[in-house]
């Protein structure tokens, strides 16, 4: 069976079955959905999920690469150790010792499509990490992009400042991966799509600027973007290779244009500006990361902005100077794990920090680790556990 919800010509448009256009992206992902157009869209995704009745156990089409893993039959003795195993090259499972002594479920199946891939997973509650020193170990920098069917994920944690983490919890998130998080995964079936960053950026302006942005499915956007993964969870199983590319791409397409109308990023010329000025700013600070009188006043008087817009572009970020740091800091843990035999003194100074003192104590705040430390984790190849108490996670050798 087709999978044909939705196709992107060259011209990014929009195709149904039919092949009629319904909407159009202007600019970078200014997505306008009528009512009607919305309704349209739901119809042809329930009339594709009625039209197959998958089997999870049948074989996928020739060029999907697809995997299953049920913790009940690999290892039913010691399941979430099994869970940590099976998802430990992406992200870090943190169980405590009572989450040990308790039943635990979950399973996953993964469907990769080239560059791209999707996961449909069912799990009980845990607590999941992907810490710097991990980051500096790995080359994982896919942006995830999770949309939780059933169940919803809590306390994201994007830096250590308690600022930085996100209330409530969340039905739709997205993760760059290449950048730290902590959060708690409640009991769940989220689908997943991992997206390499080079797609990401041609999809939105500055994908970095989304890590651990949440929403909840209560817009007309976010509910046809459930509504079509849905859809393609149910299919994917009896998709071409390239049918489900098109699909996991237009989910992608869908969500960027949801996080970007939350930005205030996509929308209209005023959007489109301040997209603009958003990267600009962006630019000109990267370009000057290593000059120590790289500061928010600085960056006003460069490039002459209004402070109000300014401001209120990197809110989210914690504020102009909280983003400075943090790519200073981002910066610093590189190529601290890279060139071992450059001092801390050295790259604390060369990326605009006016003392060593100064540049320890901005990092261990960001990280809970001296630099020194880091750099020790990085070359040894460990990971940093916390002590073990009644319900904080559990040292467990590997």
């Given at each position: 069976m087709l999978y044909r919800a939705y196709q992107f010509s060259k011209k990014s448009?929009?195709?149904?079955?039919?092949?009629?256009?319904?909407?159009?992206?202007?600019?970078?992902?200014?997505?306008?959905l009528s009512p009607l157009t919305l309704g349209i869209c739901r119809h042809r995704i329930s009339r594709m999920s009625r039209s197959s009745t998958v089997n999870f156990g049948a074989p996928v089409q020739s060029g999907i690469v697809h995997s299953h893993f049920n913790v009940q039959a690999k290892a039913p003795q010691q399941p979430l150790l099994a869970w940590r195993d099976r998802v430990g090259h992406v992200i870090d499972v943190l169980p405590s010792l009572s989450d040990l002594e308790k039943p635990f479920r979950a399973s996953i199946d993964r469907y990769g499509v080239g560059q791209l891939a999707f996961t449909d997973c069912r799990s009980d509650s845990m607590l999941?990490?992907?810490?710097?020193?991990?980051?500096?170990?790995?080359s994982i920098r896919d942006y995830a992009f999770h949309v939780f069917l059933e169940g919803d994920v809590d306390d994201v944690a994007v830096r250590a400042s308690?600022?930085?983490?996100?209330?409530?919890?969340?039905?739709i998130l997205v993760l760059d991966m290449g950048q730290p998080v902590r959060m708690r995964r409640n009991t769940c079936r989220v689908l997943t799509f991992f997206v390499p960053g080079i797609l990401a950026q041609e999809m939105f302006p500055d994908p970095e600027a989304l890590h651990g942005r949440t929403m909840q499915n209560e817009t007309p956007l976010t509910g046809l973007i459930v509504?079509?993964?849905?859809?393609?969870?149910?299919?994917?199983?009896?998709?071409?290779?390239?049918?489900?590319?098109?699909?996991?791409?237009t989910s992608a397409q869908l969500l960027l244009a949801a996080f970007g109308k939350q930005a205030g990023l996509s929308g209209n010329?005023?959007?489109?500006?301040?997209?603009?000025?958003?990267?600009?700013?962006?630019?000109?600070?990267?370009?000057n990361l290593s000059n120590e009188s790289l500061s928010p006043e600085s960056v006003l008087n460069a490039l002459q902005l209004p402070r109000p817009t300014l401001y209120r572009l990197f809110q989210h970020e914690g504020g102009?100077?909280?983003?400075?740091?943090?790519?200073r800091l981002r910066q610093a843990a590189d190529e601290l794990a890279r060139y071992p035999h450059v001092t801390v003194t050295e790259i604390a100074y060369g990326l605009g920090f006016k003392s060593s003192s100064d540049f320890t104590r901005a990092f261990r705040r960001a990280y809970d680790m001296a630099p020194q430390d880091f750099r020790a984790l990085s070359m040894e190849g460990g990971q940093v556990l916390p002590r073990v108490r009644h319900n904080e996670p559990a040292e467990i050798s590997g």
């Amino acid at each position: 069976m087709l999978y044909r919800a939705y196709q992107f010509s060259k011209k990014s448009h929009v195709f149904f079955e039919n092949g009629s256009p319904p909407c159009r992206y202007s600019g970078f992902m200014s997505l306008k959905l009528s009512p009607l157009t919305l309704g349209i869209c739901r119809h042809r995704i329930s009339r594709m999920s009625r039209s197959s009745t998958v089997n999870f156990g049948a074989p996928v089409q020739s060029g999907i690469v697809h995997s299953h893993f049920n913790v009940q039959a690999k290892a039913p003795q010691q399941p979430l150790l099994a869970w940590r195993d099976r998802v430990g090259h992406v992200i870090d499972v943190l169980p405590s010792l009572s989450d040990l002594e308790k039943p635990f479920r979950a399973s996953i199946d993964r469907y990769g499509v080239g560059q791209l891939a999707f996961t449909d997973c069912r799990s009980d509650s845990m607590l999941l990490e992907r810490s710097l020193t991990r980051i500096s170990r790995d080359s994982i920098r896919d942006y995830a992009f999770h949309v939780f069917l059933e169940g919803d994920v809590d306390d994201v944690a994007v830096r250590a400042s308690p600022r930085n983490r996100a209330s409530g919890a969340a039905s739709i998130l997205v993760l760059d991966m290449g950048q730290p998080v902590r959060m708690r995964r409640n009991t769940c079936r989220v689908l997943t799509f991992f997206v390499p960053g080079i797609l990401a950026q041609e999809m939105f302006p500055d994908p970095e600027a989304l890590h651990g942005r949440t929403m909840q499915n209560e817009t007309p956007l976010t509910g046809l973007i459930v509504e079509h993964v849905t859809a393609l969870s149910q299919n994917i199983a009896g998709m071409g290779a390239s049918v489900a590319d098109s699909a996991i791409r237009t989910s992608a397409q869908l969500l960027l244009a949801a996080f970007g109308k939350q930005a205030g990023l996509s929308g209209n010329a005023r959007a489109a500006a301040r997209a603009a000025m958003f990267g600009r700013v962006r630019r000109y600070i990267q370009a000057n990361l290593s000059n120590e009188s790289l500061s928010p006043e600085s960056v006003l008087n460069a490039l002459q902005l209004p402070r109000p817009t300014l401001y209120r572009l990197f809110q989210h970020e914690g504020g102009l100077g909280a983003y400075i740091r943090h790519l200073r800091l981002r910066q610093a843990a590189d190529e601290l794990a890279r060139y071992p035999h450059v001092t801390v003194t050295e790259i604390a100074y060369g990326l605009g920090f006016k003392s060593s003192s100064d540049f320890t104590r901005a990092f261990r705040r960001a990280y809970d680790m001296a630099p020194q430390d880091f750099r020790a984790l990085s070359m040894e190849g460990g990971q940093v556990l916390p002590r073990v108490r009644h319900n904080e996670p559990a040292e467990i050798s590997g």
